[in-house]
């Protein structure tokens, strides 16, 4: 009897060996509140009613507000404004469009501005380039019509600039595609290399550090998946191409590469088991050997399952210890949204949020596949950069936390975190949460209705979720009562920028709306 009950106390202890370093609830560190500081804020005299305005952080730290009106005649002034650190105007450039045109996306890179407009003729459209110092502008027009091999039904889906030349991905009813136009000689052509099933381009960015068009294509029968990444010249020449196959009963779902050095590169994604819709954890390879796959089971990670009450986190943890004496894989069934690989001092970040679809079909789709289309960004300006992956068919998406890896040189885990996200959820499928580098801390924020969430910690430490303050007026007695067509990203360093048409009552006089812009800083 003493024998057995000695046995299962070493089992207990070494049970909760094995979860001591995963479990984080109830452990909040005590630290400041490091309240985020609003008194740079910009109120404009606008109508949501008259006047769809967007927002766009710049390269060089600047912003470009754009006033595209919501009714007009067969000529609209457009209005652009770009604005300093301090929310000062800069310059202002109108013009006049014609026909109503359909705003489709934005990019930046370098010292240019592009916007694509898709016209009311199929398979025209045109690039509006803009200097970022001046507000100078250009407008380009073109038809794919005259394109032979292109099908009556191509839709443009997203487009980056890479030393003077568009890639624009499209897709048909038949295939997804890769559109290459030189800007200097209006010269048109499809890259053979990139043409596949229709829901196979999975990302695309490019590397201004290499000089590279980087695509990854996701392939899969339902069954397996696999990756293939592939390198292109400015000119729209195959450079390289790049097979990563898992072994049996693992698939890769989606991925991004490190910016730089070819001979760095590292791949990092999600993989599945059986199921590619949902993600198992996270794997890494670097990319001159793809059999170098590493991979990271949710599991394995602290902070991943730090939405869950203390309840279902023991659960979580103890049914995976049963499944490991059973030499067996506990599965999971999590969708992640990635953004943005950004690179700071030498380590990779890995941003993704986990989302549930509710309602729709759940049928898997991934044309057009992309998400808050209008933003596009150089690659490494941790922005979003509007991609989809396994993009269900739903009337909504209810979101539950935000995860950031932090990876070394070598495609190794160094450390993970996680934000709770209590009550997000969204009619389209787009990034909510935004990190901030801070000193020697990490910030996560989001707007939520009328206040600012957000977390503030260091590497894989602990720290509260809960904490908030609310949207701020000119002056601590003002109040912001309510927000339309609101929106907040990262914009430089700790600085984030929360914007959109918002009702605001001060304390003894009549309220305002106005379209505001606040500085949000850490």
């Not at 829901?199 to 696999?226: C, P, Q, V």
């Not at 950031?404 to 009550?423: E, P, Q, R």
Request: a positive charge; charged letters at 25%; hydrophobic letters at 35%.
């Amino acid at each position: 009897m003493i024998r057995l009950a000695l046995k299962k106390l070493a089992a207990a202890i070494a049970f909760m060996g094995f979860l001591l370093p995963y479990i984080s609830w109830g452990q909040e560190t005590e630290g400041p509140n490091q309240e985020p500081d609003q008194s740079v804020r910009l109120e404009l005299e606008e109508k949501s009613f008259e006047k769809n305005i967007h927002v766009f952080p710049l390269p060089d730290s600047t912003i470009l507000v754009y006033k595209q009106p919501n009714f007009g005649s067969f000529k609209e002034k457009h209005s652009f404004q770009r604005y300093s650190k301090g929310l000062k105007l800069l310059w202002t450039s109108d013009l006049e469009l014609e026909d109503q045109p359909d705003f489709h996306q934005f990019y930046a890179s370098g010292n240019s501005i592009y916007l694509l407009y898709l016209e009311n003729v199929p398979r025209k459209f045109f690039i509006l380039k803009m200097n970022l110092k001046t507000g100078a502008h250009q407008k380009t027009n073109f038809n794919l019509k005259k394109q032979e091999d292109l099908d009556a039904d191509i839709k443009l889906d997203h487009f980056q600039v890479l030393n003077g030349n568009y890639f624009i991905s499209a897709h048909s009813s038949r295939n997804s595609l890769v559109i290459h136009i030189n800007e200097a000689t209006k010269d048109i052509k499809t890259i053979p290399a990139l043409y596949d099933q229709e829901n196979a381009l999975e990302e695309f960015h490019m590397d201004t550090l290499a000089n590279r068009a980087e695509f990854i294509l996701s392939e899969t029968n339902g069954i397996k998946g696999r990756l293939q990444v592939k390198r292109f010249t400015p000119a729209g020449n195959l450079y390289s191409n790049t097979l990563l196959q898992p072994p049996f009963g693992r698939n890769l779902v989606s991925a991004q590469l490190t910016p730089g050095d070819s001979l760095q590169k590292l791949v990092i994604g999600t993989y599945s088991h059986r199921d590619t819709r949902y993600a198992q954890g996270f794997f890494s390879s670097a990319l001159t050997t793809p059999d170098s796959l590493r991979y990271i089971d949710f599991i394995q990670t602290k902070h991943f399952f730090d939405f869950l009450s203390k309840r279902a986190h023991r659960k979580v943890y103890q049914k995976a210890e049963r499944f490991k004496s059973q030499d067996k894989d506990l599965r999971h069934r999590y969708r992640l949204l990635f953004h943005n690989l950004v690179q700071q001092d030498g380590v990779y970040y890995l941003f993704s949020e986990v989302f549930q679809p509710q309602g729709g079909s759940n049928n898997l789709y991934r044309w057009p596949g992309y998400y808050s289309r209008i933003y596009g960004f150089d690659r490494y300006f941790p922005y979003p950069n509007a991609y989809g992956r396994n993009t269900p068919d739903a009337s909504e998406y209810r979101y539950s936390h935000a995860v950031l890896c932090a990876f070394d040189k070598n495609g190794k885990l160094l450390w993970d975190n996680s934000f709770v996200l209590k009550d997000v959820v969204r009619n389209n499928l787009g990034q909510t949460t935004y990190f901030a580098f801070t000193g020697e801390q990490i910030a996560m924020a989001y707007l939520h209705e009328e206040e600012i969430r957000y977390k503030v910690f260091t590497r894989d430490s602990t720290s509260a979720n809960d904490l908030s303050v609310p949207l701020a007026g000119n002056n601590p007695q003002e109040k912001v009562t309510s927000v339309e067509d609101a929106g907040f990203v990262h914009w430089y360093g700790p600085h984030f920028l929360a914007f959109g048409f918002g009702r605001i009552k001060p304390p003894k006089s009549a309220a305002r709306e106005v379209f505001f812009l606040n500085k949000v800083s850490f």
